[in-house]
């Protein structure tokens, strides 16, 4: 039992250059969330997804693009990406209002 | 809105120290209050959580308690470790499982 698996664990970009984070998680969760941690701004919500086939825009979409694969995965596209997308990228799954459950995180520095 | 708010840190003390770390809310209604931890490198995981007002949780001599009256869901811990020594996060929960989370508190326990 894996629990939330994040690829890659870390990443270097250009400006401009696109790419694609993954999560999976082995709960059977329903719900799944992308978040970013910056310093001093602890953690804000991206994108969630309520069920499979469902994707909701959270507190700072811009610049981001999402896909719920299938129950499992969850994947975070950034197609140009920007030096203010540098950030600890963490994923999360849970069963409703129920504990939400985080992966380790992808580290990405964008130049 | 909804909006948390944790004291600032670092918050650096020693081995056996009493800790505090205090955390107020805004939000509609009542929602289910959590502290996460996160430790060096890794992704956050639940440390303890209340559902509803006057709730205590608790955990690994951890506690906070529900309080409506003045809105704020304080961490303690009686005798602090240098295992101890993370990133604490208060946060809530919106009604459609969204998690609002506070600044983060790092907290260094020194031998």
């Known amino acids: 039992n894996a629990g939330v698996t994040q690829t890659p664990k870390f990443q270097v970009l250009k400006t401009g250059q696109s790419m694609t984070l993954q999560c999976a998680q082995d709960m059977n969760h329903n719900s799944m969330y992308w978040y970013r941690q910056d310093p001093g701004m602890g953690l804000r919500l991206i994108y969630y997804?309520?069920?499979?086939?469902?994707?909701d825009k959270g507190e700072v979409p811009n610049g981001y693009n999402v896909s719920r694969l299938n129950k499992r995965e969850f994947s975070l596209r950034l197609e140009s990406a920007a030096p203010s997308q540098t950030s600890v990228y963490f994923c999360?799954?849970?069963?409703?209002?129920?504990?939400?459950?985080f992966g380790p995180g992808t580290r990405l520095l964008v130049l | 809105g909804n909006s948390v708010t944790q004291m600032e840190g670092p918050v650096t003390l020693s081995e056996e120290a009493f800790l505090t770390i205090n955390c107020t809310y805004t939000?509609?209604?009542?929602?289910?209050l959590f502290w996460y931890v996160q430790y060096p490198g890794e992704g956050l995981q639940l440390l303890l959580k209340a559902t509803k007002a006057d709730d205590k949780g608790s955990n690994k001599g951890f506690e906070a308690t529900y309080r409506k009256e003045t809105t704020s869901f304080h961490l303690e811990k009686g005798s602090v470790q240098v295992s101890d020594s993370a990133v604490y996060f208060c946060a809530l929960i919106r009604w459609e499982g969204k998690l609002i989370f506070g600044q983060g508190t790092e907290l260094s326990v020194k031998p």
């Open positions: 939000a509609t209604g009542y929602p289910s």
């Open positions: 999360a799954s849970s069963e409703g209002l129920e504990t939400q459950y």
């Open positions: 997804s309520a069920s499979e086939g469902t994707t």
